[in-house]
């Protein structure tokens, strides 16, 4: 195990794709949103970010002021910076626990009241986009749908979804609007050979960003998922960006510790 003096050195920022500000940004973000620097609490000051780091004061003082635009921290020259970010109300995840809005089952399956939708776009296309996880066939045309994900007026995930042409038309009129379209493929796709997920965590980028009311560059997750017919035929195709402060993971695992 590595010693307290090792686990305290500061990070080693280089030079790249990312700029210098941006990378201490993100991190200065990810004390904020993770609870480390609470809201009214003062940061350090401008000297001793620079010292701290090793960095230049206009390097810190542009990372501060990305912070400062994203509404996270007041900083005013001349005063102290503190945080004015306020971490979301805690949400009944319905066991009497405190939790995310949406966890990687209310994700797909709809057991908030609360939750609805808002269509963005929704266009034909002959075939699925690339760079897609290769899994299944594409064999078009499908349904091109971009919505937002709301539990009440709070936005928490952005969506990009393909649906088989033929199964969107069992769909009832206007469903896409009201339920999720997972749980519609569940309903009409059947019978299927194949339903697939990843999650991974990515930075928040422009579009999410301000689709979602969330930092840019601020950790999101990205679920992928992929439904297949009998014949292996792609018939459902979703991308959803979930606000990181919005979505967890909750598995019983007594069953594996038994």
Request: aromatic fraction near 8%.
């Amino acid at each position: 195990m590595p010693s307290p003096s090792v686990l305290q050195q500061p990070p080693q920022f280089t030079l790249g794709a990312t700029t210098l500000y941006a990378q201490l940004a993100s991190l200065l973000r990810s004390r904020i949103l993770s609870g480390e620097w609470a809201s009214g609490e003062t940061i350090p000051s401008l000297q001793e970010l620079t010292e701290l780091y090793g960095l230049g004061r206009v390097t810190v003082r542009q990372a501060l002021q990305i912070l400062a635009d994203e509404g996270l921290i007041s900083s005013q020259r001349g005063r102290r910076t503190f945080v004015t970010y306020e971490p979301p109300e805690s949400q009944s995840n319905g066991n009497g626990m405190d939790g995310p809005v949406v966890s990687y089952m209310t994700a797909v399956e709809e057991r908030r009241p609360e939750f609805n939708v808002v269509l963005i776009s929704r266009e034909r296309v002959a075939g699925l986009p690339r760079g897609r996880w290769p899994v299944g066939r594409d064999e078009g045309p499908y349904v091109h749908i971009r919505k937002l994900d709301r539990d009440g007026e709070l936005v928490y995930g952005l969506a990009s979804v393909h649906v088989a042409e033929d199964l969107y038309k069992r769909f009832p009129k206007g469903a896409e609007g009201k339920q999720k379209l997972a749980q519609l493929v569940r309903k009409y796709g059947q019978p299927l050979s194949m339903a697939r997920e990843r999650v991974t965590v990515v930075p928040t980028d422009f579009e999410a960003a301000s689709a979602l009311g969330y930092p840019m560059a601020a950790p999101a997750a990205r679920a992928e998922r992929v439904v297949c017919d009998a014949s292996g035929r792609v018939i459902y195709v979703a991308v959803s960006i979930y606000r990181g402060d919005r979505f967890g993971l909750e598995r019983d695992l007594i069953d594996y510790f038994r």
